[in-house]
């Protein structure tokens, strides 16, 4: 069973500063490796495919790195929407299981 | 443009059971694998069920096997989630969510299942 590990918990941020998070898996995913962005009282929105690929309208300043174990997502200059919980999830593909990170919390510092 | 509306969701004693369902539209539904996954109240997601396109593969997680049971239909662009014998862990918001590439494409705004004496 794969174990994915998010880190930090919580980042405090300011407005226009860069924010990078990370995702760690217990054993190699290759690129099976999505990102989501979730605000409170919404859905999970999809940010990232393929470890480093734009889901369909997510804006430039988003983007993922990483293959492997190892994975990234970067936030080069944060705007006050951008403040939520991120999930990384490795999709496998088969059987299709997901495994979803524990969560990073982006705040406002 | 691509919905996906849950419903079905509410307050059920521990031991009951419940069914939610999943309404799509927008999209062919028929080409699309769709999973189930959850989220307590406070916490992260947590992956609950998967069916393929044709509904002839299922698979569940370990916290739910034996006791969900998801299953489609095609002809009504319907996903629906059997949930039995229920304990205060199965609380969560409950979305459904569209693939056609393993990872989730289109995602439901949730339906609540509150477990409680």
């Known amino acids: 069973e794969i174990v994915m590990t998010q880190s930090p918990a919580t980042l405090s941020v300011s407005p226009g500063e860069r924010a990078t998070l990370s995702c760690r898996a217990s054993?190699?995913?290759?690129?099976?490796l999505a990102w989501y962005q979730q605000k409170p009282g919404q859905t999970p929105r999809l940010l990232i495919y393929g470890a480093s690929t734009r889901a369909t309208g997510i804006p430039a300043r988003f983007s993922g790195s990483g293959s492997g174990t190892e994975f990234t997502l970067t936030i080069s200059s944060l705007q006050s929407e951008d403040f939520a919980v991120y999930y990384c999830?490795?999709?496998?593909?088969?059987?299709?299981?997901?495994?979803f990170g524990q969560g990073t919390k982006v705040e406002i510092k | 443009q691509v919905q996906l509306v849950e419903s079905g969701g509410g307050v059920v004693q521990p031991g009951g059971s419940l069914r939610l369902s999943c309404a799509a539209s927008g999209f062919s539904f028929s080409g699309y694998g769709m999973h189930w996954v959850r989220q307590a109240p406070g916490k992260g997601l947590e992956w609950v069920a998967y069916?393929?396109?044709?509904?002839?593969?299922?698979y569940y997680a370990d916290s739910v096997m034996g006791r969900f049971t998801v299953s489609r239909d095609n002809s009504r662009n319907t996903l629906s989630l059997q949930m039995d014998s229920l304990s205060a862990e199965d609380t969560a918001v409950y979305y459904c969510?569209?693939?056609?590439?393993?990872?989730?494409?289109?995602w439901g705004q949730g339906t609540l299942v509150t477990v409680s004496p």
């Open positions: 999830q490795h999709y496998n593909n088969w059987p299709p299981t997901w495994t």
């Open positions: 969510a569209g693939t056609s590439n393993h990872y989730g494409e289109y």
């Open positions: 054993q190699s995913l290759s690129s099976n």
């Open positions: 069916i393929r396109y044709d509904g002839s593969n299922k």
